[in-house]
């Protein structure tokens, strides 16, 4: 299966280089898969890496629905598999391996029943009931068949994921084992505060870059031993940050 991932990013350098580093390390293999990222602030050159191509437009998109349909618009059109993220996330190596061996076995679309909440102090692990979209796939046929985002800035995941359920049911769950866990979520202000949809207008301009801004692309810390340190959980090979 041909996976596109694709993400959001607005005025968050220094996240979205931990981003890419996290999709750069994936153990699915590389020609199957491309990572698209989406920004509205004009402050990166569109650019290419390896695998990856970030395209940078100089206005702002209405909603953040229409920006993430927008990021699915520019993935290859032979893609199998869809799976929608943010900048501020971070993913272990199984990620994107783990999302397709649970299509190749039936489902349609799927989330992780558990994941990490990281506020830059602790760690903690939460559950999701099937309610939330975190860190899963849909298979694209299915994505477009439930009519793709609503065009509004707030809980868009959400109203996505009542219009896939009602058409296919509950998600199926990955990541259903501790030790199996993939997905770091950062719920600390300076991470998560996601001007990709802020109606703050006000304050975005007021904090929009004037310059052009390099990428550095690596992980600030090393995120499985963070995790193996404070809560004693093994969840693959440790990744050093670059």
């Known amino acids: 299966m041909f996976v596109s991932i694709c993400c959001c990013t607005y005025?968050?350098?220094h996240l979205l280089g931990e981003f890419?580093?996290?999709y750069l390390i994936q153990d699915y293999p590389k020609n199957k898969m491309e990572l698209i990222i989406l920004d509205d602030a004009g402050q990166y050159r569109t650019q290419e890496g390896e695998g990856w191509k970030l395209i940078s437009v100089p206005y702002r998109i209405n909603s953040l629905g229409d920006k993430r349909n927008a990021s699915v618009g520019f993935a290859s059109p032979g893609s199998d598999v869809i799976i929608i993220t943010d900048d501020d996330d971070?993913?272990?190596?199984?990620?994107?391996?783990?999302?397709?061996?649970d299509?190749?076995?039936?489902?349609?679309?799927?989330?992780?029943r558990y994941y990490l909440e990281y506020d830059g102090t602790d760690v903690l692990v939460a559950e999701?009931?099937?309610?939330?979209l975190a860190s899963g796939g849909f298979l694209r046929t299915k994505f477009y068949g439930a009519g793709r985002f609503p065009p509004i800035s707030l809980y868009e995941d959400l109203a996505l994921a009542n219009a896939v359920k009602r058409l296919y049911g509950k998600p199926s769950?990955?990541?259903?084992k501790k030790e199996?866990?993939?997905?770091?979520?950062?719920?600390?202000?300076?991470?998560?505060?996601s001007t990709s949809h802020a109606q703050e207008w006000e304050y975005i301009y007021r904090t929009a870059p004037d310059k052009l801004h390099e990428i550095e692309i690596g992980w600030r810390q090393d995120y499985v031993r963070l995790v193996k340190d404070r809560l004693g959980l093994v969840l693959g090979e440790t990744e050093n940050k670059k």
Do not use: Q
């Open 11 to 13: 005025n968050r350098p």
């Open 20 to 22: 890419i580093h996290s």
């Open 90 to 101: 971070i993913y272990l190596p199984r990620w994107v391996s783990s999302v397709v061996a």
């Open 103 to 112: 299509m190749e076995k039936g489902s349609v679309y799927n989330t992780s």
């Open 128 to 132: 999701n009931n099937g309610d939330l």
């Open 173 to 176: 769950c990955i990541a259903t």
């Open 180 to 193: 199996d866990i993939f997905f770091i979520k950062g719920t600390h202000p300076n991470r998560n505060y």
